[in-house]
């Protein structure tokens, strides 16, 4: 499989889907509190695309070969979960911490974004762990530009969370997106500078750090339900994701919104204001 590049109308449309996505995390956001449950989360969110976008679920009824279709509308993993945490009946708990992971279907374009949400008041740590995983994921945006490596990314998510004291999973990865949820290239959070595919206009990926608090080793979760994937030692884990255009001059963050968090200060300032003004 090759790589696709999107001309004006694709990444018009990517922009699209992108702010779409980006827009229900905003409208999830004041109901992620203690005592919500994720399979309500789950509901308001196919509601919202549904009934006020227009849009449809991604994940909904989504598998790959190999894999029992996905039952629901997102993705929510809490805790100690990495990724694809199926939602359920268990309400969320003061000091608990859940990624949200959503990707919308707009006149066929995908739009992909998660952000960490802390669960009324959570510990030192766990804060730690989700800013920290935040500003990964910057870091690795911030390496994006015609001419650089996939490697570059990597290596910057890498070396910024092992020096934290943290680990990056390895067997999940970022991705290309269009038409199809995944396309290449894969996107690797870590590895060597200088390696890898080189970053050409009209490149759009995810980049999605998923970040352990213990060692970087996972296994599957005790639900044995074919997607929850949980760390080995059973220490806490976050993940933020942005899908990313690849521009003529650096980089377009393509799921932002009025709601989005704030971009971190090291973020150059140019950079930010490129980002904000396509929100």
Known sequence: MSITYK???????????GRLAAEVLDYLTPFIKPGITTNEIDRLASDYMTDVQQSISATLGYGPPGYVPYPKSLCTSVNHQVCHGIPNDKPLKKGDIV???VTVIKNGWH????????????????KRLCQVTYEAMWHGIMRVRPGARLGDIGHAIQTFAEKQGFSVVREFCGHGIGLK?????QVLHYGRPGTLEELKPGMVFTIEPMINAGKR????GPEKDGWSIVTRDHSLSAQWEHMILVTETGYEVLTLSAGSPPTPAFVPRQAAEQADASA
């Open 7 to 17: 001309d004006a109308a694709g990444i018009e449309g990517m922009r699209i889907a």
């Open 99 to 101: 990624n949200v992971d």
């Open 111 to 126: 739009g992909d974004t998660s952000r960490m949400f802390l669960v009324g008041d959570c510990s030192i740590a766990a």
């Open 181 to 185: 949820f995944h396309e290449e290239p």
């Open 217 to 220: 080793d996972i296994k599957d």
